[in-house]
């Protein structure tokens, strides 16, 4: 199988992930992936093929040099994000993309048009996979682990590319922030890695938020409305007050490359009591501090301000920006930089308005910047991939463990 049959195939798996299961992976359509990639890599003739408990499947293709070059990795994740259903994915194939609107589904009138999205008319004359409008693609992250199996499978069928150890982890659950939980770094057991999970053709990054999760309960006083006064506290209200204490201007929506922001997630409940979620996300420690800061004083403000309510507060950090572990040893960053200048392909350094399994693996001792997938659009019914980037990032990976070979006679 070539990278785009593989990616065709993986993503007809459902392996959506679930927040509320409490379970690792939180989903068995991610275990049933696993099984199958299990049986691939096996047929491909890897070695230390591991799929363990929680859904980690980890494997080897062993060193074919006899030179002392550290052992790399090269991370993906199964599962597909929560947002938009991944059960039932019918991929499609435009052949020569002209640069007009794509109908997704005639019946519902779904169109990816480039007007909604003038990125798509970089890719005209290629060849794009897309969605028949009524799920998202998978490319993230399935076109990752397409991109890693195929060039395995080039690396063992092209003993004349010397190369070291490489190990390669598939991982449950990170779109809902766990796909590290379990790593086993340890047993990994290599120098550094790279997850190929970033979008489109070049990208390449190593700084990623410091983020971290909000939730704020209020207790009110509920009375009947027409003997309320000075006795009936609205929870409702208090907690519209709570978000209207947040800087408006700093919220996702308002926010681009490196300022950060505060994201209203969630606002439930009733006179009685209400809930309020967000999340906090800065590139910038001090700043990621501050903001925590200004949650904590609104919510101060509010308690004083509603004294017969209850306001409790809980703040936890999810993850932070992996530019501190990696910046150290910036020649890793180097060999994916230059891997793509020698294959054509212009790097794209950019931070992640976001996180990825590689943050938090990368302060867990396995410091591991981010590479393009190639996809586009994800998480929603227009994600798409342009088959020539899912290509290229196979022959990335193929040269940066050719590049770390080099590196070491």
């Known amino acids: 199988m070539n990278v785009v049959d593989r990616f065709i195939k993986y993503v007809k798996f459902d392996t959506e992930s679930n927040t509320t299961t409490g379970t690792t992976p939180s989903t068995p359509g991610q275990r049933v992936l696993a099984e199958e990639l299990k049986k691939e890599l096996t047929e491909i003739g890897l070695q230390d093929i591991s799929l363990d408990g929680n859904g980690y499947l980890m494997a080897t293709l062993p060193a074919n040099t006899d030179k002392k070059v550290p052992t790399i990795g090269f991370v993906a994740h199964m599962d597909t994000s929560p947002d938009l259903t991944g059960k039932n994915v019918n991929p499609r194939i435009v052949k020569s993309y002209d640069g007009k609107d794509i109908l997704l589904n005639k019946d519902l ?7 909604d999205f003038p990125e798509l008319l ?10 028949d409008g009524t799920t998202l693609l998978g490319a993230d992250d399935k076109a990752g682990i397409a991109e890693i199996i195929t060039a395995m499978k080039y690396l063992k069928d092209h003993p004349e590319i010397e190369h070291g150890k490489i190990r390669i982890c598939f991982t449950p659950d990170e779109e809902i922030g766990e796909g590290a939980d379990h790593f086993d770094v340890e047993k990994f057991g290599a120098e550094w890695a790279y997850t190929m999970d970033g979008g489109e053709l070049g990208e390449l990054e190593y700084e990623n938020f410091n983020a971290a999760g909000v939730k704020i309960a209020i207790q009110g006083r509920s009375v009947h409305p027409g003997s309320a006064k000075d006795k009936m506290v609205n929870a409702l209200v208090v907690a519209n007050k709570l978000v209207s204490l947040i800087p408006a201007n700093e919220r996702p929506e308002h926010t681009s490359h490196y300022e950060g922001f505060f994201h209203l997630m969630g606002m439930s409940g009733s006179v009685d009591a209400a809930s309020v979620s967000f999340i906090i996300r800065d590139h910038d420690r001090a700043l990621f501090e501050s903001r925590k800061q200004i949650m904590r004083n609104a919510v101060e403000y509010l308690q004083k301000l509603y004294p017969n309510s209850t306001i409790t507060l809980d703040i936890k950090d999810q993850y932070y920006n992996m530019r501190e572990k990696v910046e150290p040893v910036i020649k890793i960053v180097d060999y994916a930089f ?14 992640i308005r976001g996180g990825t399994d590689g ?6 001792g396995l410091p591991c910047p981010n590479i393009f997938a190639g996809g586009l659009n994800f998480h929603g019914r227009y994600e798409y991939v ?6 290229k990032a196979v022959k990335v990976i193929v040269k940066i463990a050719e590049l770390v070979t080099k590196d070491h006679n």
């Open 109 to 115: 009138n779904i169109v990816l048009s480039p007007n």
């Open 386 to 391: 342009p088959i020539p980037s899912l290509e």
């Open 359 to 364: 943050a938090r693996l990368s302060f867990m």
């Open 122 to 131: 970089k890719f005209k004359d290629q060849d794009i996979i897309v969605t």
């Open 338 to 351: 230059n891997a793509m200048q020698e294959l054509g392909i212009t790097p794209l350094v950019k931070p």
